[in-house]
């Protein structure tokens, strides 16, 4: 079972519109619910490829947390789900299609009391017991340590999981790197204000990760130049993949589905490079589409994106 | 077609030790009236409503009196619930209930669900571990959109 922790889930809420114009009333052509978050977005790829999934998450009350949860048993996702008092994280996405932007309102999100994070913890603990791979990845709710990363993989390591995979920023990327995940990946937009420096080339991606390798982490994934991705393990090899691909990609869930890509080719028994390499080509799959949902794919037509990654040992 | 075709694989579920103050707040919270209760391999072991509630709230009535028509004022039951709220969701969650296997056809699942008037069935596996639960809105659902042949 692949098994996907997201303790700040969002319900997006997706509203296609001709022309955003500030101050005008603005009606859309297209308006739909999609599950979201970075944990959700990967259980629901991972999913896709008919890989048996569960998705742990801390809703709000009331219609919205219920209706996200309806949404992936749609899917056919299991949930396990605890409900905090506020509201679930909204994401009102509207799509401007007179210049193809995407304007993204996030709300602020339910709060997670103590009594709260002692039930999740609980949770978590029951759905992880005959996982293959735990995620987790994106941020937590308003109330909850910086530590729940850490705390999550600390004890998926103590029943057996051998394979814990995080991604976070900030504080809360420190902290889970230090309870020796099996793979980490920062999240590179935030890298400037947390490790005081920014990817500007291959050098600067080695440097984030053997940061977090040294910190604890078996293995780091960390993105440059938006189209390569280098893999350093503890052991010191490095491996970069770099993606042929000439024209401009939509970088939107792109993080997920590596990841995703990682979890599905672990899953399937591959080695972390191999697993990297499909998760290089889901990525590429993703951020090529051009509809607004990251989903609207084909699990097979991933094999041919897989012709577009390159991947070089380095020395 | 399977029960397994027509679950939902919502295994959301509290455990024994609950207390029952916080299963009203969570039931207020998922806007639900009924809550499953398993152990931490997923066993049902017995499930709670609100209407469970009610009754242990006013036992005495509700031994008596299929109603609360002569209640003279909220009062007896603000404290029933009071005293309630401290107790363990175990000490009055209904153990004897109904669960289905996932490989149990439709049809026997309707007729236990109507036939026995259940708004909510666990469903499990082998091993009697939740995989899912079956609601009547789930139900109609996807009975809507099967193929009958015409």
Known sequence: MFVSITPNPAMDYIMIINKLEKGKHVSSINDYYSPGGKGIHTARLVAKFGIPTMSVNAVGEGRIGRKLILLLNDEGIYTNTIFLREHTRTDVVIVDLSDRTETTITSLGPHMEEEDLKEFMHVVEKSILNAEVVFMGGSVPRGAPSTLYYDVISLAKSIGVKHCIVTARGELLEKAAEAKPYVIKPDTSTIKEYFGYSIKDLDGSIKIAEKLIELGAENAIVSYKDKNDVLVSKTGKKVLYKLKYEEDINLFGASEALLAGVSIGIMKGHGLEEATRFGMGLALKVATLETVSIFDFSPESVDEMLLKVEVEELT | ?150
């Open chain 2, 1 to 150: 077609m399977r029960v397994r075709d027509v679950m939902r694989r919502d295994l959301t579920s509290i455990p024994p030790h609950t207390k029952i103050g916080r299963v009203i707040e969570l039931m207020e919270r998922m806007r639900i009236a009924e809550l499953i209760i398993t152990d931490k391999n997923f066993k049902v072991k017995g499930i709670v409503t609100d209407g469970i509630i009610m009754r242990a709230a006013l036992p005495r009535y509700f031994s008596y009196l299929d109603t609360t028509a002569y209640l003279p004022d909220l009062d007896e039951f603000a404290r029933g619930l009071k005293e309630l709220s401290e107790k363990e969701v175990s000490t009055i969650m209904l153990k004897d209930i109904y669960v289905i296997n996932e490989d149990t056809k439709v049809l026997d699942l309707v007729e236990v669900m109507v036939g026995r008037r259940l708004k909510i069935l666990p469903v499990t596996d082998k091993e009697g571990r939740l995989v899912g639960v079956v609601d009547r809105p789930s139900m109609f659902k996807k009975a809507l959109a099967y193929d009958v042949e015409e």
